[in-house]
């Protein structure tokens, strides 16, 4: 049935097919007919100090703006991650912004955290019946200098910090200029440890502990990652997700669209995302778990990023190829790897 749907969306634009499909999953979720159609696999593990149903979740980005949170739920994942969202809505960058890459089973975006701004969201989250483990991703607005970066992810988080089951940090969008700058040294502890007295605040004021997680650029030397690991260590974070889309063009080259500005997603990041996982791993040696994304289009993709170190992975671009499938196929493979 999905192999026919992608046939029909394929035909239209990147952007336009991906609305009509928030459109269509946020529908079928309201009716709920999308848990009529796909399993809803079972493999429980607790990561962050929260219980998930699965271990595989949605990566942030399909669903920017949370229109669509039932919707995904009843497609079978294990958590879904919802956003950027930025302080104040935001258009992104000038259209086209999407790219299909179909011979190599990828994406190239530059969309510039688009969305309809926190309060938006917000409303869309309190709007659903969706219990599960709820990630919400946060960002800067584009025009906020980078060195006031921090404020924006403080507004954003004051605001989702009782609505999320945790919070996303996202320093490693390739699409708003100087983001990635907060990846490194001073820039990224100063950051963190902004984040953390404010989580230590909320945590007291609310009585509940949002775990905090970072996600990061899979474009970094070896040096540089195990420097970002350190340093959430040293910050005392919760999690770390890796990781986000690259710029690199290996695997694509040739390829109608690939010289297209924007971040590169999908198979040709598989390698690159693992390899990120495996530094991280070994640095970590299990102090902060690590949420895998990257390159995931069939389900021993899935089984491998945990083998190589990750509690939880995430899905985006092999969703878009795959659909539903793909989720109980990871959760398969998952569950059939030897027990360590």
Same mark, same amino acid.
């Given at each position: ?7 029909? /969306?394929?035909? %239209?634009?990147?952007?336009?097919? *991906? ?11 309201? $009716?709920?007919?999308?848990?009529? $159609? ?9 990561v ?10 949605? #990566?942030?980005? /399909? ?10 739920a009843? %497609? ?21 912004? $999407? ?8 994406i ?11 309060? *938006? ?5 309190? #709007? #659903?019946?969706?219990?599960g483990v ?14 006031? #970066?921090?404020?924006? +992810?403080l ?10 089951? +945790?919070v ?14 907060l &990846? ?12 953390? &007295?404010?989580?230590?605040?909320? =945590?007291?004021?609310h009585?509940?502990?949002?775990? $905090? ?11 540089? =990652? ?5 340093? %959430?260590?040293? =910050? ?6 890796? =990781? ?19 971040? /590169? ?6 390698? &690159?995302?693992? *390899?990120?996982?495996?530094? %991280? ?19 021993? *993709? ?8 990750a509690?939880?992975? &995430? ?6 190829y ?19």
């Amino acid at each position: 049935m999905y192999s026919l749907a992608r046939k029909l /969306l394929f035909k %239209l634009s990147p952007e336009t097919s *991906h609305e009509l499909s928030i459109d269509l999953i946020g529908a079928g979720g309201r $009716l709920g007919l999308n848990g009529l $159609l796909c399993q809803k696999p079972r493999l429980p593990v607790k990561v962050m100090g929260l219980e998930f149903a699965n271990p595989v979740g949605l #990566a942030a980005g /399909l669903d920017k703006n949370g229109d669509a949170i039932d919707g995904f739920a009843q %497609l079978g994942f294990g958590f879904i991650e919802i956003g950027t969202v930025t302080p104040r809505p935001q258009p992104g960058n000038p259209k086209p912004r $999407l790219f299909r890459l179909p011979e190599a089973t990828a994406i190239i975006n530059r969309m510039g955290f688009n969305n309809q701004g926190v309060d *938006h969201l917000l409303a869309r989250v309190r #709007a #659903a019946r969706y219990n599960g483990v709820l990630g919400i991703n946060i960002g800067k607005n584009f025009d906020t200098p980078v060195e006031r #970066a921090v404020d924006d +992810y403080l507004i954003c988080l004051d605001k989702v910090y009782t609505h999320a089951s +945790y919070v996303t940090v996202n320093v490693s969008s390739p699409n708003t200029p100087g983001l990635r700058s907060l &990846q490194f040294g001073d820039s990224l502890k100063q950051l963190l440890e902004a984040l953390r &007295q404010r989580q230590e605040d909320l =945590t007291a004021e609310h009585g509940k502990r949002v775990p $905090l997680a970072i996600k990061i650029a899979p474009d970094m030397t070896d040096e540089e =990652t195990v420097e970002v690991a350190r340093a %959430l260590i040293e =910050t005392g974070m919760d999690a770390v997700i890796a =990781t986000n889309t690259t710029l690199s063009r290996a695997g694509v080259e040739g390829l109608q669209f690939a010289d297209q500005a924007g971040g /590169l997603s999908g198979a040709p990041v598989r390698e &690159q995302s693992n *390899h990120v996982v495996r530094v %991280l791993a070994a640095e970590l040696a299990g102090r902060l778990p690590i949420i895998a994304a990257g390159g995931i289009t069939e389900g021993g *993709h899935a089984a491998e990023k945990i083998a190589a170190g990750a509690s939880l992975v &995430q899905v985006y671009s092999g969703f878009i190829y795959r659909g539903p499938a793909l989720i109980a196929e990871a959760v398969d493979a998952i569950a059939a790897l030897p027990k360590q």
